[in-house]
């Protein structure tokens, strides 16, 4: 994929690109890590002795060293679905761009490496149900030429 928008647009959004190729290598470790870990559920106490049950994801050898052994919790999940969804809205205006399509209030961030978590105020940080409303308005916006 790098190689054919390399041959395509050459230098052009090369910021945009390489810190997108860098991050969903991450993303794509990280997700590898969410399907093969597997759920348990941690028994224990609280400080008053009450019992508490919380279901955490963890690696499939976690019985190995389980205390040191790393924990993902719902919290994560959610992050990472965000997280997810903030790199799917990029990689779709960042298509509808390369169609030729007047971006212009979206050009300036294909022009500048990926903020993430990104700023407020950017397109992508709106929930989804709404940036879809929002790129149409965008896509058609007829001061964007």
Not at 50 to 66: E, F, G, K, Q, Y
Not at 81 to 100: H, P
Not at 122 to 137: A, D, G, M, T, Y
Request: aromatic share 10%.
């Amino acid at each position: 994929m790098e190689r054919l928008l390399q041959k395509n647009l050459g230098a052009q959004y090369n910021l945009f690109r390489n810190s997108l190729f860098k991050q969903l290598g991450s993303i794509d470790r990280e997700r590898n890590e969410v399907v093969h870990w597997n759920v348990i559920n941690e028994v224990g106490t609280d400080a008053d002795g009450n019992t508490t049950s919380v279901l955490i994801m963890v690696p499939p050898a976690n019985w190995i060293d389980a205390i040191n052994t790393p924990k993902r919790f719902r919290e994560d999940l959610v992050a990472f679905s965000r997280k997810c969804e903030f790199y799917k809205c990029l990689i779709d205006m960042f298509g509808v761009a390369l169609t030729g399509h007047a971006l212009c209030k979206w050009k300036p961030l294909f022009e500048q490496p990926i903020i993430y978590p990104p700023p407020d105020g950017h397109p992508c940080k709106l929930p989804s149900e709404l940036w879809r409303s929002v790129n149409q308005f965008l896509i058609r916006d007829p001061d964007c030429q």
